[in-house]
């Protein structure tokens, strides 16, 4: 990662964490008083080809024995109002400002992919992930309500992982390319101001 971006990364977190630290210990209690513990969700995540790295987000799901691949209409029984909240807003995103003060992810890049699918299509996460992983981006911004729009009619994990991977992450790679061959600081800042206004 640059280090102008790593800077601007590092310097903005530090900014918004007094302003997210009321929001996010009031998140985490109200998921404990609606569906008991654990708050947060941690997922193994790749912040490059080779290295994985734990990503945190708030829990919006009954928790299960074991709970692999991204989700789809598989899964949508098991998010809990709280949690349905959450995952409207994208507030469950929130507790990733602790992944970008540690490096893990920047503001701005590819979302940080599951390991099954970096091994699975390894020539395009090889060049995906030369771009430090991030909060939101190109494919975020442009693609994230018809990859939801896609998987929410799967009916199993088979299903949802057929259709993310025939459909989703290729074109989402499409996206995730065009951001790392024109990314600057501008471009990252309107990212971001799109992701604020973004309803």
């Known amino acids: 990662m640059p280090f102008s971006k790593r800077l601007f990364d590092l310097v903005f977190s530090l900014f918004l964490l ?3 630290t009321p929001p996010i210990l009031l998140i985490y209690l ?14 193994e995540r790749m912040k490059d080809a080779r290295t994985g790295f734990t990503l945190l987000k ?15 209409g598989d899964k949508t029984a098991r998010i809990f109002p709280v949690g349905k ?6 507030l469950d995103e929130l507790p990733q400002i ?36 991030g909060i939101t981006g ?15 009619s799967c009916a199993s994990a ?21 951001y790392q ?7 990252d800042l309107w990212l971001i101001k799109k992701t604020a206004l973004r309803k």
């Not at 829990?59 to 789809?72: A, I, P």
């Not at 909240?85 to 994208?90: G, I, M, P, Q, S």
């Not at 490096?103 to 995906?128: A, C, H, M, N, W």
């Open 18 to 20: 007094p302003f997210l």
């Open 30 to 43: 109200a998921i404990i008083v609606s569906d008991g513990f654990p708050g947060f969700y941690r997922s």
């Open 58 to 72: 708030f829990r919006s799901m009954k928790v299960v024995s074991q709970d692999t691949g991204v989700s789809g």
């Open 85 to 90: 909240f959450l995952r409207k807003y994208r």
């Open 98 to 133: 602790f992944n970008v003060i540690r490096g893990d992810i920047s503001f701005v890049g590819p979302r940080p992919p599951l390991r099954q699918y970096v091994e699975k299509f390894p020539d395009i996460y090889t060049q995906v992930l030369r771009s430090r992983p």
């Open 138 to 152: 190109m494919a975020t911004i442009f693609y994230h309500k018809h990859e939801e729009s896609l998987l929410e």
């Open 158 to 178: 088979e299903e949802t992982d057929a259709i993310y991977s025939g459909r989703c992450v290729p074109r989402k790679a499409q996206l995730d390319l065009i």
């Open 181 to 187: 061959r024109n990314r600057n600081l501008c471009m």
